[in-house]
Each structure stands twice: as structure tokens, then as C-alpha cells.
């Protein structure tokens, strides 16, 4: 059964840091594009961190760049979002998501609040 999973979610006040994770199970994680999403209240959902499989570079949108950092750990099928200097527009719910041709992975989402 394929599945991701995260965790790492939570509150914190702006200024602060929370590394979330995403466990990979049913595929060969190793083989696959990843990427974390978020998604605020009443906005779509959208693209905040990229890895690349063939080189590992790392991509992000704009507003992280120098506070996000996105990695993998292909022998333990993990993938990780590290949130530093978190801000307020930061709060969304962060999916992680895996790609590999045809093949497209969500995880189920967590919560990331960002509020003093």
C-alpha cells in the first residue's frame, strides 16, 4: 500500500522553527521527484519546495528562500521540510508529494500555525 505520511505539524510563534517529515512506504521512494505543498485557507494549493532526482537540486518558491530548507533520506524513505524564521503567512496545511513519470503521490497533510 503506498502511502505518505506526515508529522511535524504544529503552533509556533513567528521568529520560531518546526521540521516536518514525510515517511514514504509501498514505492521505491529512491526513484521519485519530491516536493512539499501548502495550502492557506481559501487559496489553492501550492508549490513551496522542490528536489530534483537526477542532480538533487533544490527549487523554492520566493517566499521561503533562505528560511526553507528541503531534503531526503532515500535509506529511510524520508523526506523533510525545515521551517526556519517562521512567519504567519507560513500557516497552511503542508503536503509532501512524490513523482515518478506517471506516477503522482499526496500525503494526507499537516498542520502548520504560525501565531503568537
Known amino acids: 500500500q503506498v502511502q505518505l505520511v506526515e508529522s511535524g505539524g504544529g503552533l509556533v510563534q513567528p521568529g520560531g522553527s518546526l521540521t516536518l517529515s514525510c515517511a514514504a512506504s509501498?514505492?521505491?521512494?529512491?526513484?521519485?521527484?519530491v516536493r512539499w505543498y501548502r495550502q492557506a485557507p481559501g487559496k489553492e494549493r501550492r508549490l513551496v519546495a522542490g528536489?530534483?532526482?537526477?542532480?538533487?537540486?533544490?527549487d523554492y518558491t520566493d517566499s521561503v528562500k533562505g528560511r526553507f530548507t528541503i531534503s531526503r533520506d532515500n535509506a529511510k524513505n524520508m523526506l523533510y521540510l525545515q521551517m526556519n524564521n517562521l512567519k504567519p503567512e507560513d500557516t497552511a496545511v503542508y503536503y509532501c508529494y512524490a513523482e515518478y513519470g506517471s506516477l503522482r503521490y499526496w500525503g494526507q497533510g499537516t498542520q502548520v500555525t504560525v501565531s503568537s
Open positions: 528536489m530534483l532526482l537526477i542532480n538533487g537540486r533544490r
Open positions: 509501498g514505492f521505491t521512494f529512491s526513484r521519485f521527484t
